[in-house]
């Protein structure tokens, strides 16, 4: 037993939101995103540099586009970067990478001053819960300060994202 709301009704044939009995509620037509890097980003330049999101995974709502999410509504939302890096130059004197909006950026930022050898991989996370207004922006961005440019944007890169509300 159910209860929906969109199928068949004025809102359309689409189910816009279903009540479970079991409790769950979905709504399948809530905006959602993953998209994923190819690896294809090698020997990035020194500074800021856009991150390549190739592959769409799934894109409900059609609001990826281009490596850039673009806000539906007004509302809450969750973003979540995972960058796999390879190829770091321990003479780099920082790495920061960021989930970028409109609004504000948001960053994590890795020294590699202490260290006295390259690293072959490392991984560096962002959660966040945004606010965004209707029609603003998110995607990632990698800065790296100093050294060389041996830093790679590895495949196991991806972004994620949905409404919370």
Same mark, same amino acid.
């Given at each position: 037993?159910?209860?929906?709301?969109?199928?068949?009704?004025?809102?359309?044939?689409?189910?816009?939101?279903?009540?479970?009995?079991?409790?769950?509620?979905?709504?399948?037509?809530?905006?959602?995103?993953?998209?994923?890097?190819?690896?294809?980003?090698?020997?990035?330049?020194?500074?800021?540099?856009?991150?390549?999101?190739?592959?769409?995974?799934?894109?409900?709502?059609?609001?990826?586009?281009?490596?850039?999410?673009?806000?539906? @509504? *007004?509302?809450?939302?969750?973003?979540?970067?995972?960058?796999? =890096?390879?190829?770091? $130059?321990? !003479?780099?004197? #920082?790495?920061?990478?960021?989930? @970028? *909006?409109?609004?504000?950026?948001?960053?994590?930022?890795?020294? =590699?001053?202490?260290? $006295?050898? !390259?690293?072959? #991989?490392?991984?560096?996370?962002? @959660?966040?819960?945004?606010?965004?207004?209707?029609?603003?922006?998110?995607?990632?961005?990698?800065?790296?300060?100093?050294?060389?440019?041996?830093?790679?944007?590895?495949?196991?890169?991806?972004?994620?994202?949905?409404?919370?509300?």
């Amino acid at each position: 037993d159910s209860l929906t709301i969109g199928l068949g009704s004025a809102l359309g044939t689409t189910t816009h939101m279903k009540f479970h009995s079991s409790g769950v509620i979905t709504k399948p037509l809530q905006t959602a995103f993953s998209a994923k890097a190819n690896g294809g980003q090698t020997n990035i330049a020194l500074g800021n540099v856009n991150v390549d999101l190739a592959t769409e995974v799934f894109d409900v709502g059609g609001d990826f586009a281009t490596n850039t999410f673009t806000a539906p @509504v *007004t509302g809450k939302y969750q973003l979540n970067a995972h960058l796999y =890096l390879g190829g770091l $130059d321990k !003479d780099a004197d #920082y790495i920061q990478a960021g989930i @970028v *909006t409109s609004n504000r950026g948001y960053y994590q930022v890795m020294s =590699l001053n202490p260290f $006295d050898a !390259d690293f072959l #991989y490392m991984d560096m996370t962002i @959660v966040v819960l945004a606010d965004m207004d209707a029609s603003d922006t998110a995607f990632i961005r990698l800065y790296q300060s100093g050294g060389s440019t041996t830093l790679d944007i590895d495949g196991g890169t991806y972004f994620t994202g949905y409404l919370v509300g």
